[in-house]
């Protein structure tokens, strides 16, 4: 039954793709507006449809599904049963399916309200990822195969035929321990998806845009505000992959530059560049090439994600076992890439013409230089991940790369992009001499490196720890002073309070102000990584029932083992007392999780403290109660800061979109002037 | 205050705090840990991209302790890098070297740097286009495409410079059988130390253990050497010949190195359990009860038993000769 329903889902969808691609077509080709609303309306009902059959399969334990059968266990408890629909292959690109018919029809509201050539060719585009994709689900990734013959947990034989003679197993052997270990697990990959799909929009109106012969920023202003959602997505999804990492994985890290991290990073850097030079075209109509480059690389670099993660190429959590997704996707990547770039190259005589900058003091020169530092970011990332795979395929060496090369690259790279970020935002655009900028930056560059100083002095000597405060606070500083200019100015002109004029000002120009909020979430981002990962201490103990041992001023009881069995899994720990002085400051468990017959999982326990987390890891689980413990501790000082930089770095991205909706609202009202 | 002195008392103040920065973080106190940098740099073999610095798996603390040991003997950054790489398969060095097959990972994002500089200002200088571009005839666009190709042509020259190192490979060897057709004393002691790690299960390993061991031994080094003659001892492949000699070796090195006379004579009896008929054995026991045990009895006894083998050599017959005789005219042992 809910089989039959996926099924007829996932067909419709890809009926849906089709009828878009095909209308889409004929309607950015003839001009005359035509109603699309048919074949979104079986785009989008068909994805619902296959996610609705998928998650209530497992609500209900129903083990027909090969997918159930195989991914998801009866004990499996609420929402990782949920999650389970996205924790597997077949069940993440239904997930990939849902979340582009949803931006499928974002873009064809838009379309309905102002029906265009560059708007169908935009929803053709969008119809023809999606005819892929559900492609994929019907052929190499049906997620609605009924099990024809069970085995005692989990199925040994499928049949893609909705109606074929159902053998039900009574049971599976439910997911991935390492993906139900955590509430987390819910969340990021919607999350990350919602960014890494969302790519999409820029790059169906670049397409529709090179497509028509019209490069002119059109297509920026159409799909900006689809780019800062689903950047904010994208920087949301990899943040909460790393809390994850830092929660659940045991080793008390939040980033290793591993091959999965490095794919959401890639698009993640290019569409920064994007965001940056998308607003340069838009406003003094430069780099119209480059931009389209930009989003093309970007959306190609979140298919190349998707191959490195779910091709089985690299191992890892995220991979499942080999299948025919993998050439599936390499040779999407690989159309998109070369498709993309001939058209490209025959519309390069339109897209080549823009006006040259006439100064690098200016706010397009320093959009420029942080293009370059970018897209150079990017490439390092790129050619780490992939040219020891590309080796290893092509000469048999094995090579290793890994956080040592990242960190000596990337780290001056950022750094730089700190310093560019302090200087960007007070740039006018246009010519301007360099005394306005020097004016604005001076007093910020003496608070930063007296914030230096004193960081040297009262807290560390440690030269990137210093580095980032300084540069940190220097950014934050001219972002201070820039709001404190504008405002005074205000105030000045119409007498209003200060208040009432901060709000007027950062209100009047939101798009740029949520812009300059992650900018300051990036530093705090910055300071937070430079003080966990440069002033982190660590210690092995090993302790018996009752005795104590001392780290970093906190004394650690390990007071006894015990064991736990919460529904669907067995957890297996040590219970530690942590005091502080005279105070008891918590109770931790470090454990290992045992879900069914599979291996455990070890699960950290992390104290959360203002001054740094103290990070609990068990090594060894003792054999009898009186055995003693192996325990691994760990500190990570100030990493409250890195997470509470990426949730106002997502803030900012969501403000600026709501500014130029708002924007654009007031905009449509008025009959507009091209400025 | 003028606009001039300002900015003057600025850019002082500036450069005081610059410098005053760089000196405080200049002479930071806390050195780097070595052995955490050294096993940041190299991957767990059993692990998912992690370093054995980060990994709490029991292969990678046990590298961790390796690399410890290895730096209190003082043994450089490199040399414990390549020990850890030939002794355990699957360890990869996740800092990939500036030469042979990785130097193009470090060369192309240089490149990229500068070739992305390059065009920004190619881009910059040339005579700008405007909205009236779309009229520019074609060969002077194809003129304004050449420095592109030129730059890119410049960067595909880099990588395939780079490329030429690919040839250069290094492949380490590191099987008992990679060794086997070698004269041993023309491997170096590290090489051996790293291949026999990497081989502790393979029955042909005592023989290189012991080599290597006879080497430590020769140089007086018996803290290099004695693991290996206690593996040869232990191990249930090691030929009669082979555990015999360890166990000799163990047992004069208990006397000579720690003074243990008790644990030398059971380590020599063990030895001469195996073959009664140990010249060596015999001798060196004699030697530990005479001045070990003040069994001067025993030693004689033992001593004139080796005197009995016609095979010893004439010198050891003197030297054996003069000790029985020190023995019988009581004095005490030297």
Redesign the interface.
């Known amino acids: 039954m809910l089989s039959l329903l996926g099924s007829t889902g996932m067909v419709v969808a890809l009926v849906g793709a089709g009828l878009l691609v095909a209308r889409g077509v004929g309607t950015a080709r003839s001009g005359r507006a035509t109603n699309l609303a048919g074949a979104a309306r079986l785009l989008v009902s068909g994805a619902v449809a296959a996610m609705a059959a998928l998650v209530v399969a497992l609500l209900t334990d129903d083990f027909s599904l090969v997918y159930t059968a195989n991914h998801h266990s009866s004990l499996t408890p609420f929402p990782f049963d949920v999650a389970t629909a996205w924790a597997a292959l077949e069940g993440s690109i239904v997930l990939w399916g849902l979340v582009l018919a949803g931006y499928t029809w974002f873009v064809f509201r838009r379309y309905r309200r102002s029906p265009d050539s560059l708007g169908a060719a935009a929803l053709a585009v969008m119809g023809g990822v999606a005819l892929f994709f559900f492609g994929l689900m019907v052929t190499v990734a049906n997620p609605f195969e009924v099990c024809v013959e069970a085995m005692e947990a989990g199925c040994a034989a499928s049949s893609p035929w909705p109606f074929a003679t159902v053998d039900t197993p009574g049971n599976g052997p439910g997911p991935n321990p390492l993906l139900q270990n955590h509430f987390m697990m819910a969340i990021h990959p919607p999350v990350l998806y919602l960014g890494y799909v969302g790519m999409t929009v820029p790059f169906a109106y670049a397409i529709g845009a090179l497509a028509l012969g019209v490069p002119g920023p059109e297509w920026l202003r159409r799909s900006h505000r689809s780019t800062l959602v689903a950047w904010s997505f994208l920087t949301a999804g990899i943040l909460l992959g790393g809390w994850w990492a830092y929660e659940v994985l045991s080793w008390g890290g939040y980033w290793a530059w591993d091959p999965v991290e490095n794919a959401s990073l890639m698009p993640w850097l290019v569409a920064t560049a994007f965001l940056h030079s998308g607003i340069v075209q838009q406003r003094r109509g430069m780099l119209q090439a480059w931009n389209f480059i930009l989003v093309i690389s970007t959306f190609s670099l979140t298919i190349l994600g998707t191959f490195l993660t779910r091709s089985g190429t690299i191992n890892s959590v995220h991979s499942f076992t080999q299948s025919a997704i993998g050439p599936a996707l390499l040779g999407f990547l690989m159309l998109t890439l070369v498709g993309s770039f001939v058209l490209f190259s025959t519309r390069a005589d339109l897209v080549a013409s823009s006006p040259r900058m006439g100064s690098f003091v200016s706010r397009e020169g320093t959009f420029l230089i942080n293009n370059l530092l970018l897209s150079v970011y990017a490439f390092i990332v790129l050619i780490g991940t992939t040219y020891p795979l590309v080796l290893e395929a092509f000469t048999g060496t094995q090579v290793g790369v890994g956080e040592p090369f990242f960190n000596r690259l990337a780290v001056p790279l950022s750094f730089m992009l700190l310093l560019v970020m302090g200087f960007g935002p007070v740039t006018p655009w246009g010519t301007t001499g360099p005394e306005l900028v020097w004016r604005r930056v001076r007093n910020p560059a003496v608070v930063g490196l007296a914030a230096g100083v004193l960081v040297a002095l009262a807290v560390s000597r440690n030269g990137w720890v210093v580095l980032s405060i300084t540069l940190g606070v220097f950014v934050l500083a001219t972002l201070a002073g820039l709001l404190v200019e504008q405002v005074g100015r205000r105030t000045a002109k119409t007498g209003e309070t200060v208040v009432d004029a901060t709000r007027q000002v950062v209100t009047g120009d939101g798009a740029f102000w949520g812009g300059q909020l992650s900018h300051a979430g990036v530093v705090l981002i910055a300071i937070g990584i430079a003080f966990a990962a440069n002033l982190g201490t660590h210690a092995q103990v090993e302790m018996r029932p009752g005795e104590s041992t001392t780290f970093e001023g906190y004394t650690l009881t390990y007071e006894s083992p015990f064991q736990q069995t919460p529904p669907g899994k067995t957890v297996v720990g040590a219970r530690l007392t942590v005091t502080r002085g005279d105070r008891t400051v918590g109770i931790v468990e470090p454990s290992w999780n045992f879900f069914g017959a599979q291996s455990g999982v070890g699960t950290p326990d992390v104290l959360h403290r203002p001054g740094g987390d103290l990070y609990f890891t068990l090594d060894d689980l003792p054999e009898d109660a009186g055995d003693p413990v192996s325990i691994s501790l760990d500190t990570s000082p100030m990493i409250w800061v890195l997470w509470l930089g990426g949730l106002v770095t997502v803030l900012g991205g969501f403000l600026a979109m709501r500014a130029r909706r708002t924007e654009r609202r007031v905009a449509e009202e008025r009959p507009t002037v091209d400025v | 205050m003028s606009e001039r002195l300002r900015?003057i008392l600025?850019v002082a103040?500036?450069l005081v705090?610059?410098t005053?920065?760089i000196a405080?973080?200049a002479?930071?106190?806390?050195a780097a840990d070595r052995v955490?940098s050294i096993g940041?740099?190299i991957?767990c073999p059993v692990c998912?991209?992690?370093?054995i610095a980060?990994?709490?798996s029991q292969m990678a603390?046990d590298m961790m302790a390796l690399v410890e040991e290895r730096v209190d003997d003082g043994a450089g950054d490199d040399e414990i890098i390549d020990e850890l790489l030939f002794s355990y398969s699957g360890a990869?060095?996740?800092?990939?070297p500036a030469r042979g097959?990785?130097l193009?990972?470090w060369i192309?994002?240089v490149a990229?740097?500068v070739l992305?500089?390059g065009v920004?200002f190619w881009?910059?200088g040339?005579p700008?286009?405007?909205?009236?571009?779309?009229d520019?005839p074609?060969r002077s666009?194809a003129r304004?495409l050449a420095p592109l190709l030129v730059l890119g042509g410049a960067f595909a020259v880099i990588v395939v410079v780079a490329g030429f190192f690919?040839q250069e490979?290094e492949g380490p060897a590191s099987g008992v059988a990679n060794l086997a057709g070698q004269d041993l004393t023309e491997v170096s002691n590290e090489t051996m130390e790293a291949v026999i790690a990497a081989n502790v299960d393979h029955p042909q390993v005592d023989g290189m253990r012991l080599a290597l061991a006879e080497r430590y031994y020769e140089t007086g080094d018996f803290r290099s050497a004695f693991p290996h003659y206690l593996a040869v001892a232990e191990s249930p492949n090691a030929a009669d010949p082979e555990a015999v000699t360890a166990l000799i070796r163990l047992g004069w090195m208990a006397w000579e190195g720690n003074g243990e006379a008790g644990t030398a004579l059971d380590l020599l009896d063990e030895a001469l359990a195996i073959d009664s008929g140990s010249d060596t054995a015999r001798y060196l026991k004699a030697q530990v009860l005479w001045c070990g045990a003040g069994d001067a009895a025993g030693a004689a006894e033992l001593l004139q038993a080796v005197l009995g083998d016609p095979e010893l050599a004439d010198d050891s017959r003197e030297l054996i000769q003069s000790d029985l005789d020190a023995i019988r005219s009581g004095d005490s042992c030297r």
């Not at chain 2, 998912?48 to 370093?51: A, L």
């Not at chain 2, 990869?92 to 990939?96: N, Q, R, S």
């Not at chain 2, 700008?128 to 779309?134: C, F, I, K, R, V």
Request: no cysteine.
């Open positions: 900015n600025t103040l500036l705090l610059a005053v920065l405080l973080v002479t930071n106190p806390t955490e940041e740099r991957k998912q991209g992690e370093s980060n990994s709490p603390r990869v060095l996740l800092d990939p097959p990785t193009v990972l192309a994002p990229a740097l992305g500089a920004i881009w910059r040339h700008g286009g405007g909205p009236g571009t779309d520019v074609v666009r304004r690919l490979r």
